[in-house]
C-alpha cells in the first residue's frame, strides 16, 4: 500500500491482474475442450447456441448456471479427450507410415526407370546411331534397327510374361492364406477319431436259407426186378 488510505499498490495491481490473465487463459482452455468434446458427442447444441447468437437473442443466466460442470465432470471429459486425441495420434501415425511406404516405393520405381532408360538410350545410341550408319552413305540402316526394335519387344514380352506368372504364384498364395484363416474350429477328441475312422454301414438282411428236400436214394435194379418186370411185359 502507498501512502494514501485505500490505494492499492502498483505490484499488487499487477500480480492480481497476472492472476485474472491466468485464469481467463484457463477458462479458455477448457472452453474449446468442452467444445471439442460437444462437437464429437452433441453437435446440436453448439448448433443451438451459434443460432442463438446470430439471431441475437440473450440466454437467460439461470441456465448458464446448471450448465456449470463439477471437478469430476470435468476430469471426465478431459480422459475422453485424452483418449480421444489419443486414438487421433495412432492413426494419423499410421496413415504417415502408409504414405511414406508408398512414397518411398514410388521413388525406388522412379529410381529403376531412370535407370532403364539410360540403359536403353546408351543400348540405342551403341546398336543404332553409331552401330546401324552405313559407312558408304552416312545412313541408318533400316534392316538392323527394325531387328533391334523386335529384339526389345520380345525382352519386354518375356518379362511381363515373368511378371505375370510372378502375380498369379502370390495370388495363389494369398487365397492358401485366406483359405487357411477360414478354416473350422478343431473337432473335439470324439469328432475327430470318428471322421478319422468312420463306422460301418449296416449290413443288409440276409435272405432266409430254406432246407433242401432230401432226394431219393437212386434205384438199383437187381435181376429179380428184372425177371419180374419182363413176366409182366409177357402178361399183357
Known sequence: MSGEVGV???????????????FNETLMRENELFESHLQRTNPH??????????????????????????????????????????????QTKQNSEQLMDSLRSRMEECDVRIAEIKKDAYEFKRDIVTGAENFRTGKIVAEKAVRYMEEKLRAKAAIAEKLRLKNMTIKSQIQKVRGAGARPPPRSGRAAADARHPAAPPAAPRAPVLSATP???????SR???????WARSCT
Do not use: F, H, N
Not at 11 to 19: G, K, P, S, T
Open 8 to 22: 492499492p499498490d502498483q505490484d499488487a495491481i499487477e500480480q492480481e491482474l497476472e492472476e485474472l490473465l491466468r
Open 215 to 221: 432226394s431219393p436214394p437212386p434205384l438199383r435194379w
Open 224 to 230: 429179380s426186378c428184372s425177371r419180374r418186370r419182363t
Open 45 to 90: 447444441l453448439l448448433d443451438d447456441e451459434e443460432e442463438g447468437s446470430s439471431k441475437g437473442r440473450k440466454k437467460p443466466q439461470k441456465r448458464s448456471q446448471q450448465m456449470l460442470l463439477t471437478a469430476e465432470q470435468k476430469y471426465d471429459i478431459a480422459v475422453q479427450e485424452m483418449e480421444e486425441v489419443r486414438e487421433e495420434i495412432l
